[in-house]
C-alpha cells in the first residue's frame, strides 16, 4: 500500500483526493512540511500558482518540497501544480521549484478561452482522454530526457520528466481516473526502487 499526498494550501485539493481513493490507494492532505515524511508520491494541484507560491513561502514549504523532489520520489503538478515544478517560465526571472526540466507559459490559451475541454491522446495512458483546461498553462520547451506525452493543437499539455509528471490540464475534475493510475504506478515502481536500495 502507499500514501499518496496531495498539497492542501489552495485550489482543486478535494478532487484529487477522491481520484486518489477511487484508485484504491491511501490519500493525504498535506498542510505542514512535516507531513512530506509520511508520503512516497505528491500531487501538486491546480489553482493559481502566485497564490500557491505565497503560501509555500508562508508555511516554509519550499526547501522541503525541493528534497522531496530531489529523494527521487514522484511529484505530480497539474496545471498551476505544473507551474510551480517548472525550470522556467516565460517572463518570469525566478521559477518556483524548479524540478521539472521544461519551460512553461501561463494563461497559454488565450483570455477569450478561459476553459475548454480536448480529447487527447496521452502516451502510456490512452488514446482518448477528456481534458478539461481552465486558464491553462502549456509547456513550451522541454529538456532532452523529458517524454512528452501529449499534445493539444501543436502545444505540449502534458510530459514526465523521470519520476516528475506534469500536464496543463485538469484530470480530477473528470471520472477519468486513468491518469491518476498512471500516477500511482509511477508512486508504486518508485517506491519498490527506493526500498531495494535501503
Ligand atoms: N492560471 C493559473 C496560474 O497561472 C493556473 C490555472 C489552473 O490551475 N487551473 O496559476
Known sequence: MIKVGVLGLQGAVREHVQAILNCGEEAV????????????GLILPGGESTTMRRLLDKYDFMDKLCEFGRQNKPMFGTC???????????????????LMDVIVERNSFGRQVDSF??????????DHFNAVFIRAPHI????????ILAKHNGRIVA?????ILGCSFHPELTDDLRLTQYFIDM???QKNVINSCK
Open 80 to 98: 498551476a501544480g505544473l507551474i510551480l515544478l517548472a525550470r522556467e517560465i516565460k517572463g518570469y526571472d525566478q521559477p518556483h521549484l524548479g
Open 159 to 163: 510530459a514526465r520528466d523521470g519520476h
Open 140 to 147: 513550451l520547451e522541454v529538456g532532452e530526457d523529458v517524454e
Open 29 to 40: 492532505v498535506i498542510k505542514k512540511r512535516e507531513q512530506l515524511d509520511e508520503i512516497d
Open 117 to 126: 475541454e480536448a480529447d487527447l491522446a496521452i502516451a502510456g495512458v490512452t
Open 187 to 189: 508512486v508504486k515502481m
